[in-house]
Every structure is written in structure tokens, then in C-alpha cells.
């Protein structure tokens, strides 16, 4: 029984090409710092670093105020809203009643105008390009 050892299948293609591209950023010396030198940029880094910090401070207090302000308004939008809907309700209601129309035609108005609703709603599709 013969042996079948593995063949190089590649050793009759070249080798391949090395290409070397140069970058052509100039390069930085390295800077040696003192260590007083060193303690200095430290502290500044520091000051910066505590200069930055009360910055993002200062945004969020500004976030929360303005979030809490528009979750207010939204708020009273929003009862307003479900004000004038109970009321024009209410009107309705008393509308058809008053008018003999009877309490079984409440339904149907109120079908009627689901489906004036979900039949007038046009869907739009937003598409989104994110980097």
C-alpha cells in the first residue's frame, strides 16, 4: 500500500513581491522631560482634566433642567389633550342620545371614525445613514 505524503501544491508559483511604501509623516523627536519638567505638565494635565469635569457638570445640571421642563410641558400637553377628547366626547354622546338617534349608534360612530383614522394614515419609511 503506497503512502500519499503531502505535496507542496504552491512550490510552482513565485514568490511573492514584497512592497515597502515609506510613510511619508514626518516623525516626532522624542522629548525628554525632567522630572520637575514631568510634575509640571502632570499638574497642568490635572487642572485640565478638573477644568473638563466641571464642565461635564455644568452640562448636566443644564440636561436635567431642560429634560424636566419639557417633560412638564409634555405633561399638560397631554392633559389638555385628553381634556378636549373627553369633552368632545361628552358632546358627542350627548349629541347623539339628545337627538333620539339612540345609545346602539354610538358604536358605529365610533367605528366609523377608527376607520376614518387608520384609513387616512399613510405609512412613510425614514431611512437612516449612519457613519
Do not use: S
Not at 514626518?26 to 494635565?45: D, G, N
Not at 358632546?91 to 360612530?109: K, Q, S
Amino acid at each position: 500500500m503506497a503512502k500519499h505524503l503531502p505535496v507542496n501544491t504552491m512550490a510552482h508559483l513565485p514568490a511573492p513581491r514584497v512592497m515597502h511604501y515609506p510613510d511619508p509623516a514626518p516623525r516626532q523627536t522624542v522629548e525628554y522631560l525632567t522630572p520637575a519638567q514631568l510634575a509640571a505638565r502632570r499638574r497642568e494635565q490635572q487642572a485640565l482634566y478638573a477644568r473638563w469635569l466641571v464642565r461635564q457638570a455644568e452640562f448636566a445640571e443644564h440636561d436635567r433642567k431642560v429634560r424636566r421642563f419639557w417633560l412638564g410641558f409634555g405633561a399638560i400637553v397631554a392633559v389638555a389633550v385628553l381634556a378636549i377628547l373627553a369633552a368632545l366626547g361628552w358632546l358627542a354622546w350627548h349629541a347623539l342620545t339628545g337627538a333620539g338617534i339612540g345609545v346602539l349608534a354610538v358604536p358605529v360612530v365610533v367605528l366609523v371614525l377608527a376607520g376614518l383614522v387608520v384609513g387616512g394614515h399613510r405609512c412613510v419609511t425614514v431611512i437612516q445613514h449612519w457613519h
